[in-house]
């Protein structure tokens, strides 16, 4: 456990200085929860070049390489001014159930060694397989006979496995679902600080104990739970920077992006939904702030050129994926018909919709970013299924559970706010203006 | 909130998590318990690059060839897995003659005496150099 708990605590203090260099006014929450994900994403950059340049991963070469990355982001960090965001975080007692929920799940992930099928086939085989080597190990990405272990996922949760087995000296799984525990905890603290900049500290604070729920993935040792987080982390900042402009939530929401796209091709799909969603939802600034997405694709770049260079199958890709599609479209409705059949926790859903549909028309309008986002890469999931070369119904059985979880936590972030939001404004009405936190103006309105 | 929130981990701090860590810590395994430790003893018996076939009692993709493949292929990490069927149930000969060790479990086959390994439930044999 040790070699878990420091490698979380180095990687968030690597992550200190390349958060303050993105954004010189992170404090508190978003400060610690943003340097853990950069952390965790700089980490595979730094495993990922060192095997590109043919440099044995050794505590030595990788802790040397993340230095030099440490200081420049410290001296980047150093040259700017800014001043801190003036909605401080305020602590509240409900922060006191979060800190509990997230314990008891972190008490149920390391119930045991990670237990799960896609952990020790896929994700934790990967991350085996490189430390052997000291580097990605490409003939083993190439074999045909370890297609099942999927060569063409990206690689960010591997290596940071391998980071913390650098640090514990050799491989060892029985711990290694913390840092799916982290990325959760991450997610919540990211999600508390903007809240916190546009609802009172009760709601925020509610809002919190909700994302840290959703956050937290059941399928332990996957990268479902980076997903989320890096996912999660950067629609709740494009929503954000989108509402007021920011250039530093800009900043931060590409790069969470790009690091969402190096968990899973999912993150690739999300980067484009996210792409889709910021065009329609601003079409006259859409190529400025397309631009500002740019740091996203340079990230997201780096493994599809590698993946395409040792031609890495992908599963979806084979044979001819349009005509299985076309095939298929006919029967959408029947598919469909499946998905609201296995859709898991079905009520969520139901709230989440009765939400949007019960809050008024404004706030809608406020959050149309998030809704786009949600529709576009649900129909990517649906198109995957219909152009699936396995049986839609193993693949529906088998995935959609979990598909489902990488855009909770967006929605239900969007949809909490619009009604708390909502109450809270249609109770202070009377009251004077100055009790409410500063929200400030939406940057098209 | 409520629907969001998983209950029944919130439980977790007050109850004999006992049973549940054992079932947790069995639940890959459960039907070969031993698989593990045997794939240990043949990791420990072989050498980074060597290739090993695999031979289990489940001799079909689906019936429990698949989780014998991925299973060997996660604890011998270093080593080339070679399957000796597709997923549709096709013997691959060519892996068994390209393999330099065959690791049996569970088999009831006669285990020749100059095996480089042997456990109650399995061996380690050597193929002879071609």
Same mark, same amino acid.
């Given at each position: 456990m040790t070699a878990t708990l420091v490698a979380i605590l180095s990687l968030t203090v690597f992550g200190v200085p390349v958060a303050l260099a993105l954004d010189r006014r992170a404090r508190g929450p978003l400060l610690v929860g943003s340097a853990f994900l950069y952390g965790s994403g700089t980490m595979y950059f730094v495993l990922l070049g060192l095997s590109i340049a043919h440099i044995r991963w050794t505590l030595i070469s990788v802790t040397i390489a993340s230095l030099v990355i440490f200081c420049a982001a410290a001296f980047i960090a150093?040259?700017?001014?800014?001043?801190?965001?003036?909605?401080?975080?305020?602590?509240?007692?409900?922060?006191?159930?979060?800190?509990?929920?997230? /314990?008891?799940?972190?008490?149920? *992930?390391?119930? +045991?060694?990670?237990?799960?099928?896609?952990?020790?086939?896929? &994700?934790?085989?990967? *991350?085996?397989? =490189?430390?052997?080597?000291?580097?990605?190990?490409?003939? /083993?990405?190439?074999?045909?006979?370890?297609?099942?272990?999927?060569? %063409?996922?990206?690689?960010?949760?591997?290596?940071?496995? %391998?980071?913390?087995?650098?640090?514990?000296?050799? &491989?060892?799984?029985?711990?290694?679902?913390?840092?799916? !525990? #982290?990325? #959760?905890? @991450?997610?919540?603290?990211?999600?508390?600080?903007? @809240?916190?900049?546009? $609802?009172?500290?009760? =709601?925020?604070?509610?809002?919190?104990?909700?994302?840290?729920?959703?956050?937290?993935?059941r399928y332990v040792g996957l990268a479902e739970g980076p997903l989320i987080a890096f996912g999660g982390a950067g629609i709740l900042f494009i929503r954000a920077a989108l509402e007021w402009d920011d250039d530093a939530c800009w900043r931060h929401g590409a790069l969470m992006l790009g690091f969402a796209a190096n968990c899973k091709n999912e993150g690739v799909a999300l980067?484009?939904?996210?792409?889709?969603? !910021?065009?329609?939802?601003?079409?006259?600034?859409?190529?400025?702030?397309?631009?500002?997405?740019?740091? *996203?694709?340079?990230? #997201?770049?780096?493994?599809?050129?590698?993946?395409? @260079?040792?031609?890495?199958?992908? %599963?979806?890709a084979q044979g001819s994926a349009v005509s299985r599609l076309l095939a298929r479209l006919p029967h959408a409705h029947q598919i469909l018909a499946y998905l609201a059949e296995q859709l898991s926790s079905p009520w969520f859903w139901v709230v989440i919709l009765t939400g949007i549909l019960i809050a008024p028309a404004a706030a809608r309008r406020r959050e149309r970013f998030v809704f786009l986002v949600t529709a576009i890469q649900l129909l990517f999931y649906v198109a995957a299924y219909l152009a699936t070369p396995n049986n839609v119904h193993w693949h529906v059985l088998s995935s959609w559970s979990r598909l489902t979880t990488h855009l909770a936590v967006p929605i239900a972030f969007a949809v909490f706010l619009m009604l708390a939001n909502s109450l809270r404004r249609s109770q202070d009405a009377p009251h004077a203006e100055d009790a409410r936190p500063v929200v400030p103006a939406r940057s098209d309105e | 909130m409520v629907i969001g929130v998983e209950s029944r981990m919130l439980l977790l701090p007050f109850i004999d998590r006992g049973?549940?860590?054992? *079932?947790?810590?069995? =639940? $890959? %395994?459960?039907?070969?318990?031993?698989?593990?430790? /045997?794939?240990?003893?043949?990791?420990?018996?072989?050498?980074?690059?060597?290739?090993?076939?695999?031979?289990?009692?489940?001799?079909? &993709?689906? @019936?429990?060839?698949?989780?014998?493949?991925?299973? #060997?292929?996660? /604890?011998? $990490?270093?080593?080339?897995?070679?399957?000796?069927?597709?997923?549709?149930?096709?013997?691959?000969?060519?892996?068994?003659?390209? +393999?330099?060790?065959?690791?049996? =479990?569970?088999?009831?086959?006669?285990?020749?005496?100059?095996? !480089?390994?042997?456990t109650r439930r399995g061996a380690l044999l050597r193929q002879r150099q071609r």
């Open positions: 150093r040259r700017q001014s800014a001043e801190p965001w003036r909605e401080a975080v305020k602590p509240h007692l409900l922060d006191l159930l979060t800190i509990f929920t997230i /314990f008891c799940y972190a008490l149920y *992930a390391t119930l +045991a060694k990670v237990w799960e099928w896609d952990f020790w086939a896929i &994700w934790g085989l990967k *991350a085996r397989t =490189f430390l052997e080597i000291g580097g990605i190990d490409w003939r /083993f990405l190439e074999s045909r006979w370890n297609t099942f272990a999927h060569p %063409d996922y990206p690689l960010l949760v591997p290596l940071n496995y %391998d980071f913390v087995a650098l640090l514990g000296g050799g &491989w060892n799984d029985r711990w290694l679902a913390l840092l799916g !525990v #982290a990325s #959760a905890v @991450a997610l919540a603290l990211v999600a508390r600080a903007l @809240a916190a900049r546009e $609802t009172t500290p009760f =709601f925020a604070a509610l809002l919190t104990m909700l994302v840290a729920a959703l956050g937290f993935s980067l484009v939904s996210v792409t889709i969603a !910021v065009i329609a939802s601003s079409w006259s600034s859409a190529p400025a702030r397309l631009r500002k997405l740019t740091p *996203a694709y340079v990230l #997201a770049a780096p493994w599809l050129i590698l993946r395409a @260079a040792h031609t890495l199958p992908t %599963d979806l | 049973p549940s860590e054992q *079932a947790m810590a069995t =639940f $890959t %395994d459960r039907a070969w318990p031993d698989y593990p430790r /045997f794939l240990e003893g043949v990791r420990e018996h072989t050498q980074p690059g060597d290739t090993i076939a695999i031979i289990v009692p489940a001799m079909r &993709w689906e @019936a429990g060839y698949s989780y014998a493949f991925y299973r #060997a292929s996660y /604890f011998l $990490t270093g080593r080339e897995v070679l399957p000796l069927l597709t997923p549709h149930d096709e013997p691959l000969p060519q892996n068994y003659r390209a +393999a330099k060790y065959i690791a049996v =479990f569970g088999v009831g086959l006669r285990i020749p005496p100059d095996a !480089v390994w042997r």
